[in-house]
Nanobody, 123 residues
């Protein structure tokens, strides 16, 4: 079972930036697509972005398009989520999860959830 771990969360003012990392002991195997999800207080978890096994295909929720960038460092087997122009509505716990490569586009196929990292956007 893949054990993922997120890092990089924190408190930031509106308009600020954060970079989240998703890693696994021994590296994330290249056969997995990786997705980022978030859960705001009192709300259901929602998909934010995902990236395929090669790192060449990405997908974003409409609410973060143009502000967030997902990337995959094949050399270090780490997936990043660069978040710019953060808004208070981006506040929540961010999780990364994995899916078999062929299910890259299917958010329901993602599992092996990490513990999450808190992102708080507030002045």
């Amino acid at each position: 079972q893949l054990q993922l771990a997120e890092s990089g969360g924190g408190l930031v003012q509106p308009g600020g930036s954060l970079r989240l990392s998703c890693a696994a002991s021994g590296g994330i195997p290249h056969i997995y697509a990786i997705g980022w999800f978030r859960q705001a207080p009192g709300k259901e978890r929602e998909a934010v972005s995902c990236i395929n096994t090669s790192g060449k295909k990405t997908k974003y929720a409409d609410s973060v398009k143009g502000r967030f960038t997902i990337s995959r460092d094949i050399a270090t087997d780490t997936v990043y989520l660069q978040m710019n122009n953060l808004k208070p509505e981006d506040t929540g716990v961010y999780y990364c999860a994995a899916a078999p490569g062929e299910y890259f586009n299917d958010y329901d196929s993602y599992g092996d959830w990490g513990q999450g990292t808190q992102v708080t956007v507030s002045s």
